[in-house]
């Protein structure tokens, strides 16, 4: 064996491995790393529409967080303000209430001391008649003890019946 002797078919397997690596080249390695960029490509646009999609949805949530935020605020506001509108009436109401209550209560006043005034000068006028009458009795009797005392009794009596 010689170190130096020449194979032939050792060149013809270098050539048939580089006309090999050449078409491949040619015509298989290109359009494989067409498609690989493309790919890569794909890829890349999808992350980047992904991730603006992302923040999109994160802006949407953040605008809906903001709205509820107001709504309750909004909400809040209106009940307390409806409180307060209540609490007013109600106070109104009450005072109303209370004044119309003393109305009443002075026009019952002034109803008893009316009645009260008409009471006594009718007492005041029947006690009048009743002094006529007596001294009227009086004169027309002649008076003498026993008939002076009958005659009182009996005054006593009628002033005890009469209705107030």
Known sequence: M???H???TLVVQIISFLLLVWILGKFAWKPLMNMMEKRRINIENNLIQAQEERQQAEKIKQE????????RHE???LIARATK????????ILALAHEESEKIKKAALVDIERERDRAI?????QVADLSVAVAEK??????DMP???????????????MPC
């Not at 005392?149 to 009596?157: H, M, N, S, T």
Request: aromatic share 6%.
């Open 2 to 4: 010689d170190i130096l």
């Open 75 to 77: 909400a809040q506001d």
């Open 147 to 161: 008939n002076q005392e009958k005659l009182i009794e009996q005054f006593i009596q009628e002033v005890g019946e």
């Open 6 to 8: 020449f194979d032939a």
């Open 85 to 92: 509108v209540s609490e007013e009436r109600t106070a109104e």
């Open 64 to 71: 809906y967080q903001e709205e509820m935020r107001q709504a």
């Open 121 to 125: 000068l009718e007492v005041k006028a």
């Open 138 to 143: 009086i004169i027309r009797q002649k008076l």
